[in-house]
């Protein structure tokens, strides 16, 4: 099958890279899933495409280490066992999803900068803790969920996605907020808590009938806007506010804004 991605990226080549081969799914080590086994570190270039017509699951074992992985297969691939360690301290890593809606049942290892691209209509759900003395940016116009939000243990930027939450749960990381804004998007009937501020030149629209608790202010330069549910904060945002069919809930002491919405 066809992969969109060779042609528009520089990342990736063919003649260096390693494409899944396998049908079923199986283990990452095993050099026979692989079109050319790929390094057990961050010169890995690794694509998972069109060999599978059903999810299937791939086993890291222990953990695997590369430095650019694409997918871009409609089929559901899950990676599942020990963590994905993207890039290397001299080295950021990046992760592309052109298509499909894909899970991470693993933890996201970082040593330096990584990038999470995952484009409009595709879906990648980080299930695991992401750790490491780097951080993350997530982009592309896609959705990405970090499901367990006290094991995110690195600042995030988030610019022209949505971050799906869909757990009620409590995110301690730093949000930053990119030209591009977000789309913070915790699923109905949740309640899920920024204890960091959120900062950044971006807006943040909130979505879903669920909370969202900006416990450590709304420091950011865009628009909050309220699109649906609840979002409950102490303090004034930085920002517009913007209240659709959601409510807004002050918690702060007794104030005055300055600005009418």
Known sequence: PRSTLFPYTTLFRSSAGSVWTNALGGAWSEAGNWSVAPAAD????????????????????????????????????????????????????????TQGSHTVDAGLALPSSASLQVDVGAALQVNGAVTGTGSLQVTGGGTVALTNGASVAVPVTVSGATLAMPQSTAYGAAFTLGAGGATFAPAAGRTVTLSSSVD??????????????????????GELVVRNGTVSLASEPSGTLVIGEGTLSYTGPDAVFARGY
Not at 49 to 76: E, F, H, K, Q, R
Not at 208 to 221: N, P, V
């Open 42 to 97: 961050a010169s890995a270039s690794v694509l998972f495409g069109g060999a599978i017509s059903a999810p299937a699951t791939v086993t890291t074992g222990s953990g695997a280490t590369l430095g650019y992985m694409a997918v871009d297969s409609a089929n559901a691939y899950t990676w599942s066992g020990g963590a994905l360690t993207l890039g290397s301290a001299e080295s950021n890593g990046a992760v592309r999803v």
């Open 200 to 221: 950044g030149s971006g807006g943040l629209t909130k979505t879903g009938s669920s909370i969202l608790t900006l416990a450590g202010g709304a420091a950011f330069g």
